[in-house]
C-alpha cells in the first residue's frame, strides 16, 4: 500500500505530514498513525510540535518515502507507505528518470494526494501551484486505472481565504473532470489549515486509505465465501458410493480426500472470517466519514463545490454545537 504526496514548492506538504501525525496521536474515532520506525516517529513528533511554536520545516529537496500503520481501536489494520516528492519534481522534463520514476509512482500508487496552496488561487495565481503539470501528470496515472484508489485534492492555507469563490477553483477543472472520467476514482476536494490551529487535518489520510481498507475488507469477504463454497463441494463429493470409491483411491495413491480436502477449505474459511472481523469495523467507519465530505461527483459545477467547501472550511460540522467535530483538533 504507497500514498503519493504531490504539490509544487511551498504548498505545505511537509507541514501537513508532521501537523498530521502529531495530531493523531490522539485517537480520532479510534484510528491513530504510528511510525514504523521509532527515529521517524520522533522526527515527527518534533516537527509538530515546532509548527506549534509558529515553526515551520524547511523544504524537501529530494524524494523521501516513510512507512506508517493505521491503528483502529489499539491494533495496526494496514501499513502504507507514504511518498513525498521535492516541489520541484513536477517541473522535470517527461525524459528525466525523476519523472519517469514520478509517473510510475503514481501509476502504481493506492492513493493520491495533490496539494494546492488555497491562499494562493484566491489571489489569482495558479502558476505557483503548477496545477496544470499535476493535472497532466494525474491525468497519465488514472488513464489506465482499473481497480479502486482515492485521490485527494488538498487545499492548504485555508484559513487565509475569507470565501470560496467559483474562480479560485477554475483551474480545478482539468483535474476533476480526470478523476470523473473514471468509475475506479473516489475524488474529494479537502481544505485543510495546518498551523497553532488545525484544521480538517485528518481528513486528506483517511479519505486516501478508506479505499484501500474497503477493498481489502472486500477481497477478505470474497475469500471467505470461495473457501466456504469449495468446502460444501467437497462435501458433497465425499457422500454416497462416489465418496467411498473417492476414499479408497485417494488412500491407496497417498492423495487427500475430498473429507480432507473440505475440511481444510473451512479452516481456510474460518482463517479469512476471522480477517474479516478485524477489518470490517474500521472499513465501516472510514466508509461512513468518507460520506461527509466533499466528494467529486459527476453532475456537480463549480458553484457546487465552492458551497461545499465553505461549509466545511472550518470543520466537518462546525455549526453542531452540541456534537463533538472529530475532524477539528
Not at 514548492?9 to 496521536?25: H, I, P, R
Not at 480545478?172 to 475506479?184: Q, W
Request: glycine share 6%.
Amino acid at each position: 500500500m504507497r500514498i503519493i504526496m504531490l504539490g509544487h514548492t511551498g504548498v505545505g506538504k511537509t507541514t501537513y505530514m508532521a501537523s498530521l501525525y502529531g495530531s493523531m496521536q490522539q485517537s480520532i474515532e479510534g484510528f491513530r498513525l504510528k511510525a514504523v520506525e521509532p527515529e521517524h516517529h520522533k522526527r515527527w513528533i518534533e516537527l509538530a510540535e515546532q509548527i506549534q511554536q509558529g515553526k515551520y520545516p524547511t523544504l524537501t529537496d529530494q524524494r523521501q518515502e516513510y512507512n506508517f500503520y493505521l491503528r483502529y481501536q489499539g491494533k495496526n489494520i494496514l501499513q502504507f507507505a507514504w511518498a513525498d516528492y521535492r516541489g520541484g519534481a513536477i517541473l522535470e522534463t517527461q525524459k528525466s528518470d525523476q519523472t519517469k520514476a514520478l509517473v510510475q509512482d503514481l501509476k502504481t500508487a493506492d492513493g493520491i494526494m495533490l496539494f494546492c496552496d488555497c491562499d494562493a488561487l484566491a489571489q489569482g495565481d495558479s502558476r505557483s501551484n503548477q496545477i496544470g503539470r499535476m493535472t497532466t501528470l494525474a491525468s497519465q496515472a488514472l488513464r489506465e486505472l482499473n481497480r479502486p484508489m482515492s485521490l485527494a485534492i488538498v487545499l492548504t492555507k485555508t484559513d487565509l481565504v475569507m470565501d470560496f469563490q467559483v474562480d479560485l477553483l477554475q483551474s480545478l477543472n482539468g483535474l476533476i473532470a480526470a478523476i470523473n472520467a473514471n468509475d475506479f476514482v473516489w475524488g474529494a476536494l479537502l481544505p485543510i489549515a495546518c498551523g497553532q490551529q488545525l484544521r480538517n487535518v485528518p481528513m486528506p489520510l483517511l479519505f486516501v486509505l478508506h479505499a484501500a481498507v474497503v477493498f481489502q475488507a472486500t477481497t477478505i469477504y470474497a475469500g471467505v465465501e470461495s473457501h466456504t463454497e469449495l468446502a460444501k463441494s467437497y462435501e458433497a463429493q465425499s457422500r454416497g458410493f462416489i465418496g467411498m470409491a473417492d476414499w479408497v483411491i485417494a488412500k491407496l495413491n497417498k492423495q487427500e480426500t475430498y473429507q480432507e480436502m473440505a475440511a481444510k477449505e473451512k479452516q481456510q474459511a474460518l482463517k479469512k472470517q476471522q480477517e474479516l472481523q478485524e477489518i470490517i469495523e474500521p472499513a465501516k467507519s472510514l466508509y461512513n466519514y468518507v460520506q461527509k465530505l466533499p466528494l467529486i461527483k459527476p453532475g456537480l459545477n463549480l458553484n457546487d463545490y465552492a458551497r461545499l467547501l465553505s461549509e466545511n472550511k472550518g470543520g466537518l460540522i462546525e455549526n453542531a454545537e452540541n456534537k463533538l467535530d472529530i475532524w477539528i483538533i
